[in-house]
Nanobody, 128 residues
């Protein structure tokens, strides 16, 4: 079982950048595929980005492609999300998620149901 804690959220102006971190504990993070989701107020939780357990495969929601970068450091048990060129529509609570998996090098999950473990979330607010 893995415990996830996000940090790095905050208030930023449109066009600015933030870097979210997710610290994993309780189990070796290299045994997990991982992802970031977000939930704007009053809406469903939605996929943002995911990364395979090897770190060799990544995918993004169309809305963030070219602006966000997901990465992981298995030695440090950390998942990162670098967010650049932020827009007001990026405002949401951001969650990191993980699922125990060490099969295909390029497997990732892109739905809420694909993940077993979730952090508590961190608020990102982008002002116009």
């Amino acid at each position: 079982q893995v415990h996830l804690v996000e940090s790095g959220g905050g208030l930023v102006q449109a066009g600015g950048s933030l870097r979210l971190s997710c610290a994993a504990s309780g189990s070796s993070f290299s045994n997990y595929v991982a992802g970031w989701f977000r939930q704007p107020l009053g809406t469903e939780r939605e996929f943002v980005a995911a990364i395979s357990w090897t770190g060799g495969y990544r995918d993004y929601a169309d809305a963030v492609k070219g602006r966000f970068t997901i990465s992981r450091d298995n030695a440090e048990n950390t998942l990162l999300l670098q967010m650049n060129s932020l827009k007001p529509e990026d405002t949401a609570v951001y969650y990191c998620a993980a699922r125990r998996y060490r099969g295909s090098w390029n497997y990732i999950g892109k739905t809420v149901a694909d993940y077993e473990y979730w952090g508590q979330g961190t608020q990102v607010t982008v002002s116009p």
